[in-house]
């Protein structure tokens, strides 16, 4: 073999490899269209092995011109290069593999020619552009999801420089995106908050992503708006940190919204505060103060004033005002507001003014003398008026705005005022009735202290005449009756002193003369005489202690004594057992009365400590309802404590307790 063919035979041998596994599709059809050539590739494009001289133009089962419409089996467009068709040009195609997968490909034939120049068959390289495609597609679709969104989506390299821009970001803050390519991120970075950048890029390039971070930015114009951030790294293919993406939401509203439900909270806070703390109150002024201050501050007012009607001792109606957002000498010189077209509806209750601009309202500005605001005035502009009517009809006053700038009240405000003005009205009444209930209560207390002092002058002559017909009289039944006389006058005696003591308690009066003696001692003989008079009853006692020495007034606590021990026969009509026995508590020692008689109501314990009270089913036992209030008096102004254990229809435990010395 000469040199020659030998380079002849490396050249085809190289030939042959090359088209086998060059990576691009390679094949070839005779005249006839059958496939007589294909390498690696193309199998592989196919994903099948076409059988040589019986497979036809291509290796997939259908083919489709780019847009998807079918090309049937005689019209390959192979054909054409047996013809005139020019070669060297691409076709896009899709073909439909033997698995049920397609291909998009671009497809180059060209004409094999014998060596008389006839074009004797057809070659074609395949390019697989089905993976380009993709790429191609999932970027449209990423672009034009960037270019759709209302977020900003801006990304920026890793020294902070904006290096793109969306249709999203130019809303937000204003600027176009050739406005910012390649200038710092900064620019919309308010100078306070400088510092989160660096943060921001610090984790960035830790491969950090930042979530919703909620944070300020500024507008093109200066405005702040407030954002919420993600901001992710950007890596190469290499995955190298080559920048950062940040998606910025604008969330002024989402803030606004959140501002106005914490205002909302806070007023219903402020209104239930006001409305616990008036409900409680007994003193107008106060009431009025308080209702003026609350509702000046809820509705965002210059100033506020409560017009309060009232009525003197003799029945004479003034006006009471409070203020708020103003001193008192700004009103002082203004005279009350009268009954003009602009306050009569609020003072006659008929309706609510409302005005963004009462200068404008044809009410306004009708009466002399000052046909407007009076000299000196403050400025109003915005007003809002409310009645405070009570629940019967009966206006008791209402309530003013006024703000220096037009439109500041809204029916909301009107809402929150009005709500008040019925709990203002309902406190306002109870205030009424209390301080009449006081005053009533005053001129009781007077009667009482005079009506006792009274009784007392004549049955003290009584008594005195009692003893010396006693002494005088010595016919027996007589004497029987004088004695049942002055029992009856002692009886008298006694409810007028317990009458006495109270007026004296009223007036701080109640004076003590204490002295050191042995309550036990006191106890044991006080239910000794107990015991004598009421016969029928066993008055059991027990101590675990003989003696306990007090210093108090010996004569008010056997007043208590009596008392208790009264009470408990009293109110004992079905069983005689009482006991009496004494504990020691901290010092203290605890005089306990127990009875099985007819027993008290919870709701009756809390009570029968108050003057006058006596439980219903009482009525027939005689009392004046003072005993307990007494003994309760002289209990605590000696620093013990008094109190009951009850059991409706089973018996009480009444006790006191008084210090050891
Ligand atoms: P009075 O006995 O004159 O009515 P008190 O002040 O001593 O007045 O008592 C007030 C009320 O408390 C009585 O009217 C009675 O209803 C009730 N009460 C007092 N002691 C007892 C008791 N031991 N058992 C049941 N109820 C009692």
């Not at 780019?66 to 070669?87: F, H, R, V, Y």
């Not at 605890?590 to 314990?605: A, C, M, S």
């Not at 809390?606 to 009482?618: K, L, Q, V």
Request: hydrophobic share 40%; aromatic share 10%; net charge negative.
């Amino acid at each position: 073999m000469d040199e020659d063919s030998s380079h002849i035979d490396l050249i085809a041998g190289f030939k042959e490899q090359l088209w086998k596994y060059l990576p691009v599709a390679v094949y070839a059809c005779n005249r006839e269209g059958f496939i007589i050539y294909y390498n690696e590739a193309a199998r592989k494009l196919w994903g099948r092995d076409p059988v040589p001289f019986q497979d036809k133009w291509c290796g997939f089962s259908r083919l489709y011109d780019k847009d998807g419409t079918e090309i049937s089996a005689g019209e390959n467009p192979l054909m054409g290069m047996l013809g005139n068709a020019p070669e060297g040009q691409q076709l896009e195609l899709l073909g439909l593999r033997a698995d049920g997968d397609y291909r998009r490909m671009l497809v180059m034939p060209g004409k094999i020619y014998s060596a008389e120049g006839i074009v004797e068959g057809i070659y074609c390289t395949i390019t697989d552009i089905s993976h380009r495609d993709e790429t191609e597609r999932k970027q449209a679709f990423f672009s034009s999801l960037v270019d759709s969104s209302d977020d900003a989506i801006i990304s920026k390299s890793l020294d902070g420089i904006i290096t793109s821009w969306n249709a999203g970001a130019e809303k937000i803050f204003g600027y176009r995106e050739e406005e910012t390519i390649g200038r710092p991120i900064t620019l919309l970075i308010p100078p306070s908050r400088l510092a989160e950048e660096d943060h921001i890029l610090s984790e960035i390039r830790k491969g950090n992503k930042v979530n919703h971070f909620q944070t300020v930015r500024v507008h093109k114009t200066g405005r702040e708006i407030p954002i919420s951030l993600t901001i992710s790294p950007i890596k190469d293919k290499n995955g190298r940190i080559i920048g950062a993406s940040k998606i910025a939401r604008d969330i002024t509203e989402q803030v606004r919204i959140q501002q106005s439900l914490a205002q909302y909270t806070q007023n219903l806070e402020t209104i239930n505060e006001l409305i616990k703390s008036i409900s409680a109150k007994m003193d107008v002024q106060e009431i009025l103060q308080q209702v003026t201050d609350a509702t000046t501050k809820l509705t965002g007012a210059s100033f506020g004033a409560f017009f309060y009607n009232r009525k003197n001792e003799q029945g004479e109606a003034y006006m009471l005002y409070t203020l708020s957002g103003v001193p008192r000498a700004a009103f002082e010189g203004l005279g009350m507001p009268r009954n003009t077209s602009v306050f009569a509806p609020t003072f006659n209750g008929s309706a609510i003014v409302r005005s963004d601009d009462i200068r404008k309202d044809e009410r306004f500005g009708k009466n002399a003398p000052y046909n407007g605001m009076p000299e000196g005035h403050l400025p109003v502009v915005s007003y809002l008026a409310v009645p405070v009517v009570l629940s019967g009809g009966i206006v008791i006053g209402g309530l003013f705005f006024g703000h220096r700038e037009p439109a500041k009240f809204t029916a909301d405000h009107e809402a929150i005022v009005t709500g008040i003005a019925a709990q203002a009205a309902i406190a306002l009444d109870n205030s009424r009735l209390f301080e009449e209930v006081k005053a009533l209560n005053v001129k009781k207390d007077e009667f009482i202290a005079l009506a006792s002092h009274e009784l007392k002058t004549p049955l003290t002559t009584i008594s005195g005449y009692l003893q010396i017909m006693d002494k005088k009289v010595t016919e027996p039944s007589a004497k029987k009756f004088i004695d049942k006389t002055i029992n009856q006058v002692a009886r008298l005696n006694r409810l007028i002193a317990d009458l006495l003591d109270v007026s004296k308690i009223e007036a701080g009066k109640l004076i003590f003369e204490k002295e050191k003696f042995d309550l036990v001692a006191l106890v044991k003989e006080m239910i000794e005489s107990f015991r004598y008079i009421n016969n029928a009853y066993n008055i059991s006692f027990n101590s675990a202690i003989d003696v306990a020495y007090v210093t108090a007034d010996k004569h008010r606590i056997e007043q208590v004594i009596n008392n208790l021990l009264g009470n408990a026969v009293k109110y004992s009509p079905d069983n005689f057992n009482i006991e009496v026995r004494f504990e020691l508590v901290n010092g203290a020692v605890k005089v306990i009365f127990k009875d099985y008689g007819i027993g008290l109501t919870q709701e009756q314990q809390s009570m029968i400590f108050s003057r006058f009270y006596r439980a219903e089913n009482t009525n027939r036992v005689p009392g004046l309802g003072l005993g307990l209030y007494l003994t309760k008096e002289i209990i605590n102004r000696h620093e013990g404590k008094v109190g009951v254990n009850s059991v409706f229809g089973k018996g009480s435990e009444f006790y006191f307790t008084l210090s050891l010395d």
